[in-house]
């Protein structure tokens, strides 16, 4: 099976700083892309960024310029740099992995979530 383990959320002030970290562990071939989602009461998740196996990244558009996503694939770990925080990115995030579990089989996992909370 495979486990997802976010870590780094925390309280922090607008215009602070935090960096979260997921590590995937447990049996699998590898992992294609990786990234972040976040969601708040009452509205559907959203993703936030992306990143594929080679390093191509994605972002939303809300987190452009503020949030950088990277990964270590030796360590089967993806991070996400928040600066400039703003109240608005209060949310859970989540980690999500596309993991190949047997040859040609991927399957998306997701993280249990942590808790990101921004004060004005």
């Known amino acids: 099976q495979v486990q997802l383990v976010e870590s780094g959320g925390g309280l922090v002030q607008a215009g602070g700083s935090l960096r979260l970290s997921c590590a995937a562990s447990g049996r699998f071939f590898s992992i294609n892309a990786m990234g972040w989602y976040r969601q708040t009461p009452g509205k559907q998740r959203e993703l936030v960024a992306v990143?594929?196996?080679?390093?191509?990244?994605d972002y939303a558009d809300f987190v452009k310029g503020r949030f950088t996503i990277s990964r270590d694939n030796a360590k089967n770990t993806v991070y996400l740099q928040m600066n400039n925080l703003k109240p608005e990115d209060t949310a859970v995030y989540y980690c999500?992995?596309?993991?190949?579990?047997?040859?040609?089989?991927?399957?998306?996992?997701w993280g249990p979530g942590t808790q990101v909370t921004v004060s004005s």
């Open positions: 999500i992995a596309d993991v190949v579990t047997r040859a040609t089989v991927a399957i998306n996992f």
């Open positions: 990143i594929n196996s080679g390093g191509r990244t």
